[in-house]
């Protein structure tokens, strides 16, 4: 798939994908801003290290219409999917019962990412032509840290899922009074329905 066809067929599917991921996820601004740029930091260190690999011959791509020897539109499904899409499961899931779901993805991430890199290569199933046996290795230290660094600048600017839904409902809050009053008011009713009842069957003397 040329660079062009990739970007017209496939770069829309990954957005639309993630749009409907954060509809699911809900994640408020305070949480998502902070994905997105750990997400950026991983896919610009990619590019750097394709750009670094290119010259220094470790590596090269492929394919027609490359800019700046790499292939830019492909590292937008790191910045969204691999990034800021496995940052903010993450962060859903890692203080719920499904904790374990959130460490297989801190560890399996990066881990698939270099096993289709590295199986890609060597069965020349995909764009990446090896040029030393250098590669390989180095293959492995830029997803582990371009990965690990992009969750931790995401970690340190994002706050825990408990404090992002206080300050989501403290927005909604402030957003729709109304709703908020509604609510009030619901649970006012509710509480008199119950007093009704306990008065009701209450014993007569």
């Known amino acids: 798939m040329e660079i062009r066809a990739f970007f017209v067929l496939v770069v829309p ?3 639309l994908f993630y749009m409907a991921a954060l ?3 809900r994640a408020p601004r ?3 801003l902070p994905s997105l740029l750990g997400g950026l930091v991983m896919s610009l260190l990619n590019i750097l290290v394709d750009m670094a690999a290119y010259y220094a011959h470790w590596w090269h791509y492929t394919l027609n219409g490359l800019i700046l020897h790499v292939p830019l539109p492909f590292y937008i499904s790191d910045l969204l999917i691999y990034g800021s899409f496995a940052y903010l499961l993450i962060w859903r899931f890692w ?3 499904l904790h374990w779901f959130s460490l297989l993805l801190l560890i399996g991430v990066p881990a698939f990412c270099i096993l289709r890199d ?3 290569a060597l069965a020349k199933t995909s764009y990446t032509v090896w040029d030393s046996w250098l590669a390989a290795p180095l293959t492995v230290v830029m997803w582990v840290v371009a990965f690990y660094l992009g969750y931790w600048i995401f970690k340190r600017l994002s706050p825990s899922y408990e404090v992002a839904a206080e300050i989501q409902a403290r927005d909604d809050a402030r957003r729709f009074p109304q709703l908020q009053r509604a609510d009030h008011q619901e649970e006012e009713e509710e509480e008199y329905a119950e007093a009704d009842e306990e ?7």
């Open 199 to 205: 008065h009701e069957d209450a014993p007569l003397r």
């Open 23 to 25: 509809l699911f996820l």
């Open 118 to 120: 590295v199986s890609g």
């Open 13 to 15: 599917f990954i957005i």
């Open 95 to 97: 203080k719920s019962r």
């Open 30 to 32: 305070t949480v998502l």
